[in-house]
């Protein structure tokens, strides 16, 4: 009786435990999808992060480019080089291929709207990564939170229009024109009907440094094909000679705004610090005194002209004391001191951009300089659309011009004829002749784009360049001075004239 009740209880046992095994194996509701929301608070494209209140939008373009008898970006041979000292070694074509990734997040506050703005892209230029490589850009990272701008944005300076030129090329001379952003503290107020007003401090390493020139040692001579720096931008001594010091103060940018239907008005203004080094390197020889410059600029903006629905037109006047950069601005000068050098045949035009010039035991004397441009672009339909464009720039040196003559005639006490036997100076050359280093740089452009379907882009561009120099005498390479070309090449001065294009196929998302 106690086996068969003892085998009774077992069993109940093993039944109960694989009921309660069976029990826990059953399937639980499962937890509800979460969606993702649209966000219509902020424009087309934005989404909820789930499980938040924050407003996202991610997006991009790629974009491939070929320039032609141009540097890439469509940048004229204006810089030297194998281009610019038209070498049968020059490519007579370029190519590069880009893409770009953006994010934006939005979060409503009792502060106002925090935003959030990324923008990084990849490249691959050609002569410039290996077979596999690339380049990676970061051209905008901010937060902007109650009225304030904190990060890598554009400019203050710049007219509210800076990204949206309809041309390609970066090589196009149109004011500041920094399409790449600076770092910025800055803060705007709004005043109703359109009207705001903002203030910022920027960072002016590297993009605002045009350099200087301690006219008694040398400068990277016209023509060279080196100079100190990977690539532009990587600090603020981009350049053999550069005799610019340390980055001391932050450039002081404000402006004024109007946003209407019609269009925009903008008025801005900034003061911009050149600090030089010492005098011959060493600290206990003294140095110059910080100089302080200034820019102003004007620009309006017309939309929706009579001329056709689309239709704008964009005008833009700078001047700057002080503060080169401000009229020569944008990205193309990877040779450093803006330094544009072009060789046609036996002539030879040449000239520099940079803040001021000084001898040892001397003072800076500032540059001027002063530029106009404008666009004016026309849709022919939704689909079809031509751009004309136009800039003058100009820059002159006044009571330094004198000092620039005799450094580069090697008439000074260690400048650069004196000095030729040294590796730097022979990347210089000496200039026999009269004149003045003011020069200016004349373009106009056209472009014509087609968008076959939404957010695809082809588009073809024609640009013609005119360097206006006013020396008037020779130029004679030292050593490797004019790259590519015989030790001691004798070319006359005299203005050029530039021709290059490109063509475009871009594809947003």
Known sequence: MKTIKGLILG???????????QAADLPVKAKAVEYVKICSLYG????????????IKIGGAIRID???????????????????????????????????LTTDTRTASEYGVVRTYANI?????????????????????????????????????????????????????????NSTGLPQIAYTASFGNGVSATISLENASPYRNAGLWNTNTFIVGPGAGSFTGAFYGTNSNTFLGNAIGGNHIPDVVGNIRLDQAWGTLHFGAAMHAATPGFYAGTENLGHADDKYGFAVNGAVEFKNLPTGAGDSLKLEATY??????????????????GRYAKVDGNTIGFGYVLDGVYATNGQITQSEAWSVAGFYEHYWNPAWRT?????????????????MLAAFQGLTTGGPGANSS????????????????????AQIGTRTAWTPVKNLTLSAEFTYSRLEQNLNGTYTSIGSGLSGKPAGT??????????????????SF
């Open 44 to 55: 087309a494209g934005f989404y909820y992060i789930p499980g938040t209140d924050t407003c």
């Open 121 to 177: 892209q990849f490249d691959f230029s050609q002569n410039r990564e290996s077979i596999a490589g690339g380049f990676t850009e970061v051209d905008f990272a901010f937060i902007q939170f109650a009225g304030f701008t904190f990060g890598k944005a554009v400019s203050q300076f710049d007219p509210q229009w800076a990204l949206s030129k309809p041309y390609i090329s970066s090589g196009f001379l149109n004011g500041s024109n």
């Open 11 to 21: 069993s109940t046992a093993a039944l109960l435990a694989v009921g309660g095994a």
């Open 320 to 337: 700057a004391q002080g503060a080169a950069k401000y009229v020569f601005g944008g990205t193309n000068d990877s040779a450093g001191a």
């Open 422 to 441: 040294s590796a730097a100076a022979a990347r210089a050359g000496t200039f026999v002749g009269t004149g003045n280093f003011d020069f200016a740089i």
């Open 387 to 403: 751009s004309l464009f136009g800039s003058y720039s100009s820059i002159s040196y006044g009571d330094g011009n004198a000092q």
């Open 490 to 507: 004798v070319l006359n001065t005299s203005n050029q004239n530039l021709y290059n294009g490109s063509v475009q196929i871009l594809r």
């Open 66 to 100: 070929t320039s032609f008898n141009a540097n890439a970006y469509d940048t004229p041979f204006y810089q030297g080089g194998a281009g610019g000292n038209n070498l049968w070694t020059k490519d007579y074509f370029v190519t590069r291929e880009r893409i770009n």
